[in-house]
Every structure is written in C-alpha cells, then in structure tokens.
C-alpha cells in the first residue's frame, strides 16, 4: 500500500550528507546511541539522521544534523591507541554484538575525555612558552627589571589544573567499568581495590587483569585518591596546591609547580613534600593513562573470551614497529593435537 503521509515519504527517501574538506579521508564509522560517527583523518564527525532529532515524525522541517566533536582523528596517538586498538580487539576477539557495543562507546569515551586532558595541558603548555619568551626578552634589555610586572601570570592556571585531574579521575572510572564487563553476574565493583580483591578470593591469582591491577598498583592508587585532595582539601591530610609562574635568583624562569598529599582508601597517607613540576607530570599523567588503558583493555577481552584457549595477545613492541598504529594484537593457534579431518 503506498503512503500518502509527506513525512514518511521524506524520511524514507535516500538521501545524501556531505562533510567538509574533502582532504581528510573517511577511515571508520561507529554507530553508538542512533548517532553515526565518522572517524577521518584528522577529525570525527557525528551525524544524526531527522529520525533520531524527531523519532514520533511530527515536524517534517526537522533536517538530519553533522557536527565535529573531536579535531584529532586516526592518525592521533590517543585515537589510534585506544579507539582504533580497541577495534582491532574487538574484531579478532568475535565478541558479542552487546560487549562490542559496550567497550566501544566507553573507549570513545575516553578519547573524548583524554583529549581533554590533553588539550589542558597543551594549552597551559603554549602560556607558559609564550610568557617565557617574553620575559626573556625583556631580561635581555634590562636584567634588574621586575618579572611580575612585565610578565603576567597564566591566568586560571589553579582552575584548569583542578579540571586536568578531576577529568583524570573521571577517565578512570570509565576503565573501572571496563574491567566490570568481565565481572560474571553483574557483579559491579566500585574500585580497582575491589575488583583485585574479587579475584584473589576467587583464588585467580593469574587472571590478567589482576596482573595488570598488580602492576600499576602504585600508579593507579595515586591516580584513584588525588581527587580527594582536590575536593576535600580542607580535610586533615589533604592539599592540593599550585604555584604560579616565578623566576629564581638569577631571574631564570621557573615553570608552574604543584604539590599535593591527600588520605589513601587502600593505603597509609601518600604525602609528596616538594615540589613538582606541573607540566611535567601532566604529560606524563596522560601518557600513563595511555599505557593503562592498552593493557587493562587487552587483559578484560582476553578474559572475557577466556573459554577459547586458543586466543593469544601478542604486544608489538616500541623497538619491533615504533610507527605501529596499535600494540596489541590477538593471535589465533591451533592446539598441536589438532588434527584436520
């Protein structure tokens, strides 16, 4: 029977989206939550069709909508080893259309929130070079002049570094939820603490993702407990503090510095007492992020499809491909008493 309704005909007629610059090339697309996201080049797009902006089909206007979510695309390191390693997986692992669904939109996920990360400290980064150098300059012509005065401070510099690590915390609990897939029955854990303890009293001492939890033990503690100090600062045993741009003794610059001691849940007090360099630790906070998240994403689908024995990660190191888009992969092996018939 044909329809006669206008709105019908328009939604069910083809039609066509374009995306600018035709320069960056369409390598992937995700359908996450009736959004299709377009991963190019150098940017991802999300496009949602009128029937997701209008699902009851009252307003015939309603046009389908594209828009860039993210200006990094498959050739960023953050992209490619979390989004694109997590499709690799995905793919050669043969998991449920669910759990692919599940780990695929927490990856995205995180790429969206470590690039936050990433654009904090790029950008705090970029203040600081741009001051240096003007204060440089004006100690060139006159050595005794006053850098305060010549040379202002980055401004909301306390805010953004604030943002930076409460985003960190955030970041976590996405792999927090991760490694809860693995977690039969719907049994949530509500810490990395927890999850170790469940398999240790499973008696599954060699489950990878213990193994991964074991060694970034340290790392992962400071990471999990540092928002209390910048939430509850004003606790006995928290600080969370950061000191401005300033020049020494002989008017060198010195970089934005933090310190910060807060009270562990799983551990005594952490407390660090001098002073560290912010920038620094920024870039390798999220380079560690990085590392925790290749590991822990291999160890949960390995021990999601762990009834095929016969699947094996195999990591390719830095030295083996230092241009290698992705580190792990998953490799399939006959047993040796298989016997083709």
Not at 73 to 94: D, E, H, P, W
Request: with cysteine; aromatic share 8%; proline share 4%.
């Amino acid at each position: 029977m044909k329809n006669n309704n206008p709105i019908d005909r328009k939604r069910n007629a083809a039609g066509s989206i374009s995306l600018p610059d035709p320069s960056d090339p369409i390598q992937d697309m995700i359908e996450l939550d009736d959004i299709l996201y377009i991963i190019r080049d150098r940017s991802v797009y999300e496009i949602k069709l009128a029937d997701t902006l209008d699902p009851q089909r009252k307003h015939i206007s309603t046009k389908g909508t594209t828009c860039k979510v993210l200006d990094i695309g498959m050739n960023s390191t953050i992209v490619s080893r979390i989004l694109t390693q997590a499709r690799s997986l995905i793919r050669n692992a043969c998991l449920s259309k669910e759990c692919d669904k599940t780990i695929t939109k927490t990856c995205f996920n995180c790429v969206k929130e470590l690039k936050h990360l990433d654009s904090i400290y790029n950008d705090l980064s970029e203040k600081f070079s741009n001051k240096k150098e003007k204060y440089n300059e004006i100690l060139a012509r006159n050595p005794q002049r006053d850098f305060i005065q010549d040379v202002p401070i980055i401004e909301n510099i306390d805010k953004n570094a604030r943002d930076f690590f409460v985003t960190g915390h955030k970041y976590l609990q996405l792999l927090l939820d991760l490694a809860n897939l693995a977690i039969p029955n719907n049994d949530s854990k509500k810490s990395f603490s927890e999850i170790k303890k469940y398999y240790l009293t499973n008696n599954d001492q060699d489950n990878k993702i213990l193994l991964v939890l074991q060694h970034y033990d340290n790392l992962l503690d400071f990471m999990w407990n540092l928002r209390n100090s910048i939430e509850h600062s004003s606790t006995k045993g928290n600080l969370f503090a950061i000191i401005n741009i300033s020049y020494g003794e002989k008017n060198e610059i010195i970089p934005p510095m933090w310190e910060y001691s807060f009270n562990s849940w799983s551990k005594t007090v952490v407390r660090t007492e001098s002073k560290r360099m912010l920038l620094d630790d920024m870039r390798t906070y999220i380079e560690n992020l990085l590392k925790i998240t290749e590991d822990l994403l291999v160890s949960i689908i390995c021990t999601i499809i762990d009834s095929r024995e016969n699947f094996f990660p195999y990591k390719i190191s830095i030295d083996e491909d230092p241009r290698a888009e992705i580190r792990y992969k998953l490799q399939f092996f006959l047993p040796n008493d298989f016997v083709k018939k």
